[in-house]
């Protein structure tokens, strides 16, 4: 029994990766005229530009669908013969269809979650940052928590910030705001004082409490030191936390994702637990209960690898359409954002050491990447890496592509964005917000290697590649409409938005 591992980490060798097996004769069979000739589809789409992902037929303009899987995919004049009296038509009128994107990294729930939070992600000003929090604490009970996150303090120049920003404007609520690679998070003094944090307080093991040049603390508390805090906080509820997924899940559809890589509510300091709680009181009840929207395949803490190959021993991979069993994740350093992560003197194969690109491919390892982390480092990687490692080493596309690596794309979500759109424009560009030119343009990767990388390889990275990730027969009918009628425009500036969005042959948005 196989569990396969990722590690997530900002070190040269890891490539938070995951060991995958090579597999031959790789795509599926179409079917035949003489399999298909009795079947009836539900669904003939028509009259588009549809990029299969297939090689074997890398564009189609008609495919056909029944009970919620692909049964012929080509022209109009051979797909159309499927239809019925019985048959809905959906005609594309020129518009491209692509496979439905698959995240390869997101916490799911806590993502979920923070969307009903304190939302600071993109804030670029102290003022604000404290006007947001100022805002939450007008809509709280005294006494209760301020929840919340996303902050990037590189984009208000880089100054941290502290406990003494929002003081004067929360005197009767504890406040736990964590930046946006959850790797840092900070507190108010009503926080620091209710867990007793004080000029006393040691730093734990692998975690750090920051401090003035007096010894008190700022109210920053980074990777280890946050379960010193995290346990105050009161338990998310069951309801909380199932409605976080059904929140999670249309905004995902609202993007063209129909299935996710998640690795829970797994953060340093958090309990290795709450991952598991989430697959029996979320999951599971959605799975059983058919409130499940998009598809999850489920990573869990290193430290229980015994518990999941218990389960996998018993289930296997696959639960259900919607619930896999992935594998496990751990942290092996911490991050750039958060000037935590030791390196070499990254699950995110982001910065890597020079000559590992190469050892990708020669050792079948599948790099886990996500595009729109790329428009958060740009600017600061030159500080922290140097001119000569940023320029070098970050976000290896191309390199790692030419070596033979699969390349899976994802967005770490809620860290940053769910939006492959994005993330592909990004891999294909390469320029972050204020700069004229790409960062490293030898880098840059064409459309259809983007594309695939969101589909076809995410599908192959969690090992799901028989059921998703192209439009092959036999595959599940997972597709996005998009609004360009041209393939053209489509490849030179991405600039499409997502029309409609179907899961299993069924339209999940809008």
Same mark, same amino acid.
């Given at each position: 029994?196989?569990?396969?591992?990722?590690? @997530?980490?900002? %070190?040269?060798?890891?490539?938070? %990766?995951?060991?995958?097996?090579?597999?031959?004769?790789?795509?599926?069979?179409?079917?035949?005229?003489?399999?298909?000739?009795?079947?009836?589809?539900?669904?003939?789409?028509?009259?588009?530009?549809?990029?299969?992902? +297939?090689?074997?037929?890398?564009?189609?303009?008609?495919?056909?669908?029944?009970?919620?899987?692909?049964?012929?995919?080509?022209?109009?004049?051979?797909?159309?013969?499927?239809?019925?009296?019985? /048959?809905?038509?959906?005609?594309?009128?020129?518009?491209?269809?692509?496979?439905?994107?698959?995240?390869?990294?997101?916490?799911?729930?806590?993502?979920?979650?923070?969307?009903?939070?304190?939302?600071?992600?993109?804030?670029?000003?102290?003022?604000?940052?404290?006007?947001?929090?100022?805002?939450?604490?007008?809509?709280?009970?005294?006494?209760?928590?301020?929840?919340?996150?996303?902050?990037?303090?590189?984009?208000?120049?880089?100054?941290?910030?502290?406990?003494?920003?929002?003081?004067? %404007?929360?005197?009767?609520?504890?406040?736990?705001?964590?930046?946006?690679?959850?790797?840092?998070?900070?507190?108010?003094?009503?926080?620091?004082?209710?867990?007793?944090?004080?000029?006393?307080?040691?730093?734990?093991?692998?975690?750090?409490?920051?401090?003035?040049?007096?010894?008190?603390?700022?109210?920053?508390?980074?990777?280890?030191?946050?379960?010193?805090?995290?346990?105050?906080?009161?338990?998310?509820?069951?309801?909380?936390?199932?409605?976080?997924?059904?929140?999670?899940?249309?905004?995902?559809?609202?993007?063209?994702? /129909?299935?996710?890589?998640?690795?829970?509510?797994?953060?340093?300091?958090?309990?290795?637990?709450?991952?598991?709680? +989430?697959?029996?009181?979320?999951?599971?009840?959605?799975?059983?209960?058919?409130?499940?929207?998009?598809?999850?395949?489920?990573?869990?803490? *290193?430290?229980?690898? @015994?518990?999941?190959?218990?389960?996998?021993?018993?289930?296997?991979?696959?639960?259900?359409?919607?619930?896999?069993?992935?594998?496990?994740?751990?942290?092996?350093?911490?991050?750039?954002?958060?000037?935590?992560? *030791?390196?070499?003197?990254?699950?995110?194969?982001?910065?890597?050491?020079?000559?590992?690109?190469?050892?990708?491919?020669?050792?079948?390892?599948?790099?886990?990447?996500?595009?729109?982390?790329?428009?958060?480092?740009?600017?600061?990687?030159?500080?922290?890496?140097?001119?000569?490692?940023?320029?070098?080493?970050?976000?290896?596309?191309?390199?790692?592509?030419?070596?033979?690596?699969?390349?899976?794309?994802?967005?770490?979500?809620?860290?940053?964005?769910?939006?492959?759109?994005?993330?592909?424009?990004?891999?294909?560009?390469?320029?972050?917000?204020?700069?004229?030119?790409?960062?490293?343009?030898?880098?840059?990767?064409?459309? /259809?290697?983007?594309?695939?990388?969101?589909?076809?390889?995410?599908?192959?990275?969690?090992?799901?590649?028989? +059921?998703?990730?192209?439009?092959?027969?036999?595959?599940?009918? +997972?597709?996005?409409?998009?609004?360009?009628?041209?393939?053209?425009?489509?490849?030179?500036?991405? @600039?499409? @938005?997502?029309?409609?969005?179907?899961?299993?042959?069924?339209?999940?948005?809008?």
């Amino acid at each position: 029994m196989n569990i396969y591992v990722a590690i @997530s980490a900002t %070190i040269a060798l890891a490539l938070s %990766i995951f060991s995958f097996p090579l597999l031959n004769n790789f795509y599926l069979l179409k079917l035949t005229p003489a399999t298909t000739t009795n079947l009836e589809a539900d669904l003939v789409v028509t009259n588009g530009v549809i990029f299969t992902g +297939d090689d074997s037929l890398l564009f189609a303009d008609s495919m056909a669908i029944k009970n919620g899987r692909i049964v012929s995919v080509g022209n109009y004049s051979a797909v159309h013969q499927l239809a019925a009296d019985g /048959t809905n038509v959906l005609n594309l009128q020129g518009k491209v269809v692509v496979p439905g994107f698959i995240d390869s990294h997101v916490h799911f729930i806590p993502g979920g979650l923070q969307m009903a939070r304190v939302k600071l992600r993109g804030v670029n000003h102290k003022d604000e940052f404290v006007r947001r929090v100022k805002e939450a604490v007008k809509n709280s009970k005294k006494g209760s928590w301020i929840l919340g996150g996303g902050w990037n303090n590189d984009l208000w120049g880089g100054d941290l910030p502290m406990a003494s920003w929002i003081d004067d %404007i929360t005197p009767h609520n504890p406040v736990w705001l964590s930046r946006m690679d959850g790797h840092m998070g900070l507190a108010n003094s009503v926080a620091l004082q209710l867990v007793g944090i004080t000029n006393l307080s040691e730093d734990p093991n692998g975690g750090t409490i920051m401090r003035t040049s007096s010894g008190e603390p700022t109210g920053l508390l980074i990777d280890a030191a946050m379960k010193l805090i995290l346990p105050w906080i009161p338990e998310v509820s069951v309801d909380e936390r199932r409605e976080a997924l059904l929140r999670a899940s249309n905004l995902a559809l609202s993007r063209g994702v /129909t299935t996710v890589v998640d690795f829970g509510r797994y953060y340093p300091g958090e309990s290795v637990q709450l991952s598991w709680e +989430d697959f029996a009181d979320v999951y599971q009840w959605a799975s059983y209960s058919e409130k499940m929207k998009i598809r999850v395949c489920l990573f869990f803490p *290193l430290e229980t690898w @015994s518990s999941l190959a218990d389960l996998i021993n018993k289930t296997g991979h696959v639960l259900s359409d919607w619930v896999y069993l992935g594998g496990v994740k751990a942290f092996a350093d911490g991050s750039l954002g958060s000037n935590s992560a *030791l390196f070499h003197e990254i699950e995110h194969a982001q910065h890597l050491a020079s000559g590992t690109a190469a050892r990708f491919g020669d050792q079948g390892i599948v790099a886990s990447m996500q595009p729109q982390h790329l428009l958060d480092d740009a600017d600061s990687a030159r500080k922290k890496l140097g001119v000569d490692r940023a320029e070098r080493e970050s976000y290896l596309f191309q390199s790692l592509l030419a070596n033979n690596a699969l390349l899976a794309l994802g967005s770490d979500w809620p860290v940053a964005d769910i939006n492959p759109l994005c993330a592909i424009r990004t891999a294909m560009k390469r320029i972050p917000p204020g700069w004229d030119n790409a960062w490293i343009p030898s880098e840059r990767i064409s459309l /259809t290697d983007a594309l695939i990388a969101h589909t076809l390889s995410a599908a192959r990275a969690c090992f799901l590649e028989n +059921d998703v990730g192209s439009l092959s027969p036999g595959k599940i009918a +997972d597709f996005v409409i998009l609004s360009t009628s041209s393939w053209e425009d489509f490849a030179a500036e991405v @600039s499409a @938005s997502i029309e409609a969005t179907y899961v299993s042959g069924v339209q999940a948005y809008p």
